[in-house]
């Protein structure tokens, strides 16, 4: 599978090469017209312009591709047309340009491309986090493992409600066979039960086999240093004691499922070069990312509004605008003042470097850059942005969004919904009795019931839902593209299933419901307006007897 996908790499990587080889002829006879001009008219700024801009684009398309000798010409070229470091009028300066303007007729074409590929594709093959050469889950399914028959019955009925697909299994051989599905599978197994089949050879094998594939969880009636180590060396990711709670049994399945599909990193590029973009956009798209392209700066913000990019890649110098100039605008934009921004330039000054960063930028690349190293950054720079934003927009109990995000969404997915012409419907949970819980039962056990109840939204609803927690024990959902009626079906079948949850404490076990309130647009087109009625509606349910889906 690594050959197949390095050879496609490669062949890629060609076209673009001859892609670019093909159009340099016109370019280069573009920038030696450029040239002469220029040194006819030094004064003239727009022609100086953009006679740099037409050394930096080949400059920078010559160090992607491997034409080294090209891209220090051109970058000489580039620097000598800067008038802030260099006077055209000087015999000089016009002496040094005539000689490499000349040089562009006889600079070797030669690429070392061939060792650019090698790099890349190493990288590449080395790199699996994200990329498609991982062995990839099309879904997951979840496998009990118990001597206690019931026990499994009622675990596999408690996660069904979950949204889960799980079963009872009773021997490993089973467990193997689900791994021929193409799914993830995720094994709770009673760890005596696993002593007694003597199985930890085949387990081993089994997560050495399929790392990416493959996971185990321990449960045990007794909890201690013996159980815990003996689990650790038979491969467990985890240990829970039996009964197993629920709610923190999807926690870590969550956590294993989310690392089995990471989700993709979204990029915009903002480069006007056709070469560059379709280079680095190709070597992104790789490394499992998702790219946005923007060739023009006065497209970036209707693209960031969008498509949500989790960082921007742009180069120093645009025909519109400069990068910093580029850079200041979207700092100026509250909702992106914590989106990195990624210079990668042909700009070799280290102080430009600095004046690049001090106005809004969080890193800069000297092209040729090694794909990994490039990768590599986005990735750090892309996921610290993200855990930076996961705790300033998410509640800390739940991992929801918290009320102010929250209010904050409804209003941009009205605006999104008025815009495609699509209906949305916002509904308002709260959970019955919910007081008596604490009291009876403790807070943490509590909390346990609000995370379970969280966990449950996340998994049943779809990624184009909309979750929060809007305080207390109360939560809110966008269901964008939904009508008032199939949000009352989505939300009864929810509601049915949470009912059925079973919740543990150390004084006994206990059952929740929930209430439901439900407003709807474009009947109503205001997002305080919204809010308001689902919340009238969600008194009413409770006013009527709990544990029902009222609309208003």
Known sequence: M??????????????????????????????????VASLSSPDDHDTLFSARMSAHKIAGGAGTFGFDDLGNVCRSIENLLDPTETDLNSTESKAALMRYSEELATVPLGSDNELA??????????????SPEVEAATHEHILVLDRTVTDSEN?????????????????????????????LVILCADLDTIRELDTTRALR??????????????????????Q???????????????PVDVSELMDKIRSVVSLAHPEPIHVLIVD???????????????????????????????????????????DMYMPECTGIELARLIRQQKSFVGIPIIFLSVESDTARHIDAMSEGGDDFLVKPVRAEYLVGKIRMRANRAREMRFFMEHDSLTGLLNHSHLKQRLSEEIHRASRIGTNLTFA????????????????????????????????????????????????????FHATIADAREIMNDLRESF??????????????????????????????????????????????????????
């Open 2 to 35: 690594v050959n197949n996908r390095a050879e496609h790499l490669k062949k890629r990587m060609q076209i673009l090469t001859e892609s670019f080889v093909a159009n340099l002829p016109s370019r280069l006879e573009e920038l030696q017209t450029l040239i």
């Open 117 to 130: 590929e090698v790099e890349v594709l190493e990288s590449f093959s080395e790199d699996a986090e994200g």
């Open 155 to 183: 675990l596999v009925q408690q996660l069904k409600h979950f949204g889960l697909q799980a079963t009872c299994v009773t021997t490993i051989q089973e467990v193997e066979s689900y791994l021929s599905n193409d799914c």
């Open 205 to 226: 094998t089994l997560v050495d086999a399929h790392e990416h594939r493959f996971s185990w969880i321990a449960m045990a009636e007794a909890d201690g240093f013996e």
């Open 228 to 242: 815990r180590i003996d689990a650790v060396r038979r491969g467990a990711v985890e240990f829970f004691i039996q």
């Open 272 to 314: 006007d070069d056709i070469d560059q973009v379709s280079a680095t956009a190709y070597t992104l798209q790789q490394a499992g990312m998702i790219t946005s392209v923007a060739s023009n700066p006065a497209q970036v913000f209707s693209i960031m509004i969008e498509a949500k990019p989790e960082l921007v890649i742009m």
């Open 428 to 479: 308002m949970i709260d959970l019955d009795h919910f007081k008596s819980v604490n009291d009876t039962y403790g807070h943490l056990t509590g909390d346990r019931v609000l995370k379970s109840l969280s966990r449950m939204l996340q998994d049943r609803l779809r990624k184009t839902d909309t979750i929060g927690r809007y305080g207390g024990e109360e939560f809110g959902v966008i269901l």
């Open 499 to 552: 009912a059925q949850v079973t919740h543990h404490a150390t004084n006994g076990q206990f059952r929740v419901t929930f209430s439901c309130g439900l407003a709807a647009y474009p009947e109503l087109a205001d997002a305080k307006l919204l809010g308001d009625t689902a919340d009238k509606a969600l008194y009413r349910a409770k006013e009527s007897g709990r544990n029902r889906v009222v609309a208003g």
